[in-house]
Structures are given as structure tokens and as C-alpha cells.
Nanobody, 115 residues
């Protein structure tokens, strides 16, 4: 079993920044893919960004140039630095990891961008 602990969400004004963290623990042998998804009320969960164990990244077009995903393999932790936040970034952000072919989700952390 894999446990994911997320942190870093909160309320921020438009143009502000937040940094999300997600630490994985448990039965981790091959932690290949780590990433973030988000879900706003009334919408489907969508990809924000992913990063492989080798450092290859993928971003949603809506966050390119504003968000940066990174990971610390020694700590099994993935980060999402979010800059120039917009009201439309408001959502619950979920950490996702792919371990030995199985996907696991975090509990979600709320990000609210509002003045």
C-alpha cells in the first residue's frame, strides 16, 4: 500500500504564488510517475503536471510558464510551484503517483485564488 500526504494549499490573491508538496510512503519500489491533477466544482478532474523518475515533465497548456513540477527521489516527494495564480486555478489539487503499474491518489488540498 502507498500513502500520500499533501500540503501547501490555501487562499491566495490573483498573481500570487503557492507551493504544493506530496510525500509518498509505504510499499514503494518503483515510483515511476508523480504528478498533480485538479478538480474544480462541477468539472472533471484534469491533469496539471507530471514528472517521471528521470525528470521528464508534462504540463497542461493552461499552466505552462506559470507552474513548475519537481521531485526529490530520495524523499519520494513531488512539488508543484504555482506562480501568477489566476481565479480559474481555484480547485482541489490531487497528488497522483504510479507505482509498479498501480495508481494512487492523495486526499486533495484546496487552492483558492481570490481577492
Amino acid at each position: 500500500q502507498v500513502q500520500l500526504v499533501e500540503s501547501g494549499g490555501g487562499l491566495v490573491q490573483p498573481g500570487g504564488s503557492l507551493r504544493l508538496s506530496c510525500a509518498a510512503s509505504g510499499s514503494i519500489f518503483r515510483l515511476y510517475l508523480m504528478g498533480w491533477y485538479r478538480q474544480a466544482p462541477g468539472t472533471q478532474r484534469e491533469l496539471v503536471a507530471t514528472i517521471t523518475s528521470g525528470g521528464s515533465t508534462n504540463y497542461a497548456d493552461s499552466v505552462k510558464g506559470r507552474f513548475t513540477i519537481s521531485r526529490d527521489n530520495a524523499k519520494n516527494t513531488v512539488y508543484l510551484q504555482m506562480n501568477s495564480l489566476k481565479p480559474e486555478d481555484t480547485a482541489v489539487y490531487y497528488c497522483y503517483v504510479l507505482v509498479s503499474g498501480f495508481g494512487y491518489w492523495g486526499q486533495g488540498t484546496q487552492v483558492t485564488v481570490s481577492s
